[in-house]
């Protein structure tokens, strides 16, 4: 099955940081893109977190989201 994204994006507007994540997204994948996640999220005012594209899922990747999500607040 071929991907259709790139398994992690991040684009920044307007102080709006759109992070998108596809395919699996589990221990492995959620250590290789964790600093550049957090990197990519210093100085955004807004945080739009996409995951429409993850196959998978475990307690690292869900950590990632939520480790994302929760500097928002």
Same mark, same amino acid.
């Given at each position: 099955?071929?991907?259709?994204? =790139?398994?992690?994006? #991040?684009?920044? /507007? !307007? %102080?709006?940081? +759109?992070?998108?994540?596809?395919?699996?997204?589990?221990?492995?994948?959620? #250590? !290789?893109?964790?600093?550049?996640? +957090?990197? #990519?999220?210093?100085?955004? !005012?807004?945080?739009?977190?996409? =995951?429409?594209?993850? /196959?998978?899922?475990? #307690?690292? %990747?869900?950590?990632?989201?939520?480790?994302?999500? %929760?500097? !928002? =607040?």
């Amino acid at each position: 099955m071929a991907m259709s994204a =790139a398994p992690f994006r #991040a684009e920044m /507007t !307007q %102080g709006r940081l +759109h992070l998108c994540f596809a395919g699996p997204l589990r221990a492995t994948e959620a #250590a !290789q893109r964790w600093r550049e996640a +957090h990197r #990519a999220r210093r100085g955004a !005012q807004q945080v739009t977190l996409d =995951a429409r594209e993850v /196959t998978a899922l475990d #307690a690292a %990747g869900a950590a990632l989201l939520v480790s994302l999500a %929760g500097e !928002q =607040a």
